[in-house]
């Protein structure tokens, strides 16, 4: 079945019959892009605790709130940079994620997957084959991709999948809390490679389980890196409605 077809299983929408809020979401979730190149000044302080604040609000199991999260500034930022820096180009550094990567992407998720790395190496001018400009572009995600923050979601380990899940809807809110500070922001995956250096670096307690980073800050809007947006499937090929 074509993927325009598939969109069909889902009504419509005719503009006039949302609520206003739709439309301010609606901007929120149109306006943020993966942010891959920052100014360097920072975040004022008050704007963190606001983002933060936000975020806070998110739903999770039983309201167990389990998000345990580090935010850097300053010289504490500029430390954990070097240090994952230098573990992440040094050879022979084999990661070991809290939660297993992957193992394949299947399918339409492998094509997806491609699709988006190469509208960032195109976007940054990296040419198919050249090996070195894309682990020097990939390298970018231990160098913060330049911003002057990031913050370091953790997670109480016994909750197991859920709780990842829960931290998952935290970082969901949290990237839009972001977009409606006017920041950017990149979730970031990768740092988990780096989770035992994140729990030496910042002391985290062993009941706690590294799930995801995110750099912060206010994005430069001219780099070739933040020139791209990724696509988005059509609804139905995600999701359908089953009226019988
Ligand atoms: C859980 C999660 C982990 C991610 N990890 C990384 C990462 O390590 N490095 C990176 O550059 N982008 C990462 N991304 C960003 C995705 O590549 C991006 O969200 C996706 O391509 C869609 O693009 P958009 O965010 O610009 O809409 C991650 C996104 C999520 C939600």
Redesign the pocket.
Known sequence: MASQDRSKFLPHADPAAFPDSSYVLGDLLAE???C?AYRPEPVEEAVIGRMLELAQMSASWCNTQPWNVIVTQGEATERFRAALFAEASSDGHEGQPGIDYPRSFPGVHGERRRE?GWQ?YDSVGVRKGDRAASREQALE?FRLFGAPHVALICCERELGAYGAIDC?VY?GTLLLAAQSLGLGM??????AEHSALIRRHFAVPDNLMFV?GASFGHADQDHAANSF??RRAPVGENARLVKA
């Open positions: 943020r892009f993966t891959r988006v960032l995600n998952g970082l990149t979730p970031q995956a990768a740092l995801v947006r990724s």
